[in-house]
């Protein structure tokens, strides 16, 4: 069984800054993509930023220069440092890790159960 964990979330004024985290447990062979999502009310959930098991970052637009995804391949986490925060930035924001159970198995989606962040103006 594989478990992954967000931490981190709360309450900021717009303006300030958050970090969140997420670790994968259980039985892992290998983690390659990391992500995470992000899902307000009403609307779809996006993707916020992605890094590959190299390390090459992605963002979504209304991100750049604000949010840093980085992660500890050792300890099977990611993270997002969240800075600048504005009130439009307030959704659960969700972690997936795109994981290798064996080296014999085919690459499998995971997903926690998210954290809210609430951004107030």
């Known amino acids: 069984q594989v478990q992954v964990v967000e931490s981190g979330g709360g309450l900021v004024q717009a303006g300030g800054s958050l970090r969140l985290s997420c670790s994968a447990s259980?039985?892992?062979?290998?983690?390659?993509?990391m992500a995470w999502y992000r899902q307000a009310p009403g609307n779809q959930r996006e993707m916020v930023a992605h890094?590959?098991?190299?390390?090459?970052?992605n963002y979504a637009d209304s991100v750049k220069g604000r949010f840093t995804i980085s992660r500890d391949n050792a300890k099977n986490t990611v993270y997002l440092q969240m800075n600048s925060l504005k009130p439009q930035d307030t959704a659960v924001y969700y972690c997936n890790a795109v994981i290798k159970l064996s080296p014999y198995t085919q690459l499998k989606d995971f997903w926690g159960q998210g954290t809210q962040v609430t951004v107030s103006s």
């Open positions: 259980g039985s892992i062979f290998n983690i390659y993509n």
């Open positions: 890094i590959t098991i190299g390390g090459t970052t």
